[in-house]
């Protein structure tokens, strides 16, 4: 990738973040970003994948950013939800494995792409374990693109509509005296 392309790459990205505030998108610097730096990496052809320094520093990133939100308390907070997030993890891997299984069978979808696209994980993860398996990770990538967007839109509405239907009931009369 030249570095012309991967600055406009880039620039689509904070553009399509800074529209996606403007519009409000649900995790807009994420999924603004995305809808950007696509429209501009298919608008230039498509071809070819950001350096691998530069997946290296946005990982190191957004690994940073998750490290340095961990407080004093979380081994504690993370000890109460392991078992649940443990059984959600092998029900969602199970199904996206079955998904992908029925994908391949009825859509003559290459397998590795198939069940690496229907699976959770990290985009970058799974593009580069297809690519270990010399399979198409274009696809995966677009597979899983989709699916982040749709998880963080209907997740965020989802939350977001638990939170005020909570809210609303915590004060109609309905709770028990003390």
Do not use: K
């Not at 012309?4 to 807009?28: D, E, H, N, T």
């Not at 730096?37 to 230039?44: E, N």
């Not at 995966?140 to 967007?149: E, Q, S, Y």
Request: charged residues 10%.
């Amino acid at each position: 990738m030249s570095f012309a392309v991967l600055v406009a790459i880039l620039a689509g990205g904070s553009a399509g973040a800074a529209v996606g505030r403007l519009l409000r998108f649900p995790v807009w610097p994420l999924t603004g970003a995305l809808v950007g730096a696509g429209a501009v990496h298919l608008s230039v052809g498509g071809g070819g994948a950001l350096p691998s320094w530069c997946v290296f520093v946005a990982q190191v990133l957004v690994g940073s950013a998750v490290g340095a939100s961990v407080g004093p308390t979380v081994l504690r907070e993370f000890r109460v939800v392991m078992a649940p997030g443990l059984v959600a993890v092998v029900v969602t891997v199970g199904a996206g494995i079955g998904l992908g299984f029925v994908l391949w069978s009825i859509n003559g979808v290459s397998l590795v792409e198939a069940v690496f696209g229907m699976v959770p994980g990290g985009v970058g993860e799974m593009v580069a374990a297809v690519a270990s398996l010399d399979g198409n990770g274009a696809l995966v990538a677009g597979m899983h693109l989709v699916r982040l967007l749709v998880v963080v839109t209907f997740t965020q509405a989802a939350v977001r509509w638990l939170q005020r239907r909570g809210e609303r009931g915590s004060g109609d009369g309905d709770q028990e005296p003390e």
